[in-house]
């Protein structure tokens, strides 16, 4: 490991995986971290973090749910000689106020805006991957989705398009120092007509339902998650109603030089792939 060296956190994830493929093909000296990956390590014990930030020059920080390890993390990543962190966000997170939602990404925000080191704060719409590698998946396959969400709508942004823009600052770190990136899709819709489009493509009959936030906090709990995963995801979307997310943004072309991808490449590419089967 050289000192251009990228060390990518939560590299088995969903924005992880694909920003390691990135790196890997354009020749970057990378290590996977997370705590099944080759470089072990775990936000909820420190002992690993040393080994993986040596020799790093720059990090790609997927944060914790819960609030404060980041702090140790960024002390950590000074001292071993670290020169940029690029941190993965929520979209419009310094106006989510007093809610269940989002407490590691803003506390995540706080420890690496704090540090000395060059940063970057990318913060993501909702992932159009949320429909097939994520909760709304086996609603969708089962024929219906029941979410806390109406009509206002979210600009789902295609993960190939984050993992694209954190590429380009991973690898061009102080072309993009102390930015704030606000990402989103190029269009906003309802949940209702992204699960008609992702009916139609998969050819499978689905519907959409709203249900109450409370409501689908008991539902989720069925489905297994804690009570607070639960009341934070149910939070997410109450937050979503206010809708200071619901516009298009245009920092995608702003980063990369083109627009993001459409809703409905992600539903086509998706379906063909075999994404919604039952
Ligand atoms: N879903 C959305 O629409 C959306 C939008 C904006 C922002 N976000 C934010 O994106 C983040 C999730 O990113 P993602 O979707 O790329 O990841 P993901 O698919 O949820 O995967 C989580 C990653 O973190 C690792 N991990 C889990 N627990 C860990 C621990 N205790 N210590 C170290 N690593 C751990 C996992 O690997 P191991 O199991 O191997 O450890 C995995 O690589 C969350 O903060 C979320 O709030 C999500």
Redesign the pocket.
């Known amino acids: 490991m050289g000192d251009d060296s990228i060390l990518v956190?939560?590299?088995?994830?969903?924005?992880?995986?694909?920003v390691l493929a990135r790196l890997r093909m354009l020749g970057a000296p990378v290590r996977a971290?997370?705590?099944?990956?080759e470089a072990a390590?775990?936000?909820?014990?420190s002992t690993g973090w040393d080994a993986a930030l040596d020799g790093i020059a720059t990090v790609y920080i997927?944060?914790?749910?819960v609030p404060g390890?980041v702090y140790d993390f960024v002390a950590r990543a000074e001292a071993a000689g670290v020169t940029h962190l690029v941190l993965?966000?929520?979209?419009g997170a310094d106006q989510w106020g007093d809610t269940d939602f989002?407490a590691?990404?803003l506390s995540?925000e706080d420890a690496v805006r704090g540090s000395q080191l060059g940063w970057t704060v990318v913060?993501?719409?909702?992932?159009s991957?949320?429909f097939d590698?994520?909760?709304f998946h086996e609603p969708l396959v089962a024929g219906e989705l029941a979410l806390p969400a109406g009509a206002m709508p979210e600009p789902?942004?295609d993960?190939e398009d984050?993992a694209d823009v954190m590429a380009e600052i991973l690898t061009e770190p102080s072309r993009h120092s102390r930015q704030t990136y606000e990402l989103s899709g190029p269009r906003a819709l309802t949940f209702a007509e992204a699960t008609e489009l992702i009916s139609r493509a998969s050819g499978l009959f689905m519907t959409y339902r709203r249900v109450s936030a409370d409501d689908y906090a008991v539902a989720l709990v069925n489905a297994g998650l804690s009570e607070v995963d639960a009341r934070s995801n149910a939070a997410m979307f109450v937050m979503m109603d206010r809708g200071i997310i619901a516009d298009p943004t245009d920092d995608v072309a702003a980063v990369l030089g083109r627009a993001p991808r459409t809703f409905e490449e992600y539903v086509v590419r998706t379906a063909a792939a075999g994404g919604w089967r039952r």
Do not use: C, H, Y
């Open positions: 956190l939560g590299a088995t994830g969903k924005t992880g995986r694909r971290a997370s705590r099944s990956s390590f775990d936000w909820a014990d997927v944060p914790p749910d390890p993965l966000s929520g979209r989002g590691g990404m995540a913060r993501s719409s909702n992932f991957q949320n590698e994520e909760l789902f942004i993960l984050v």
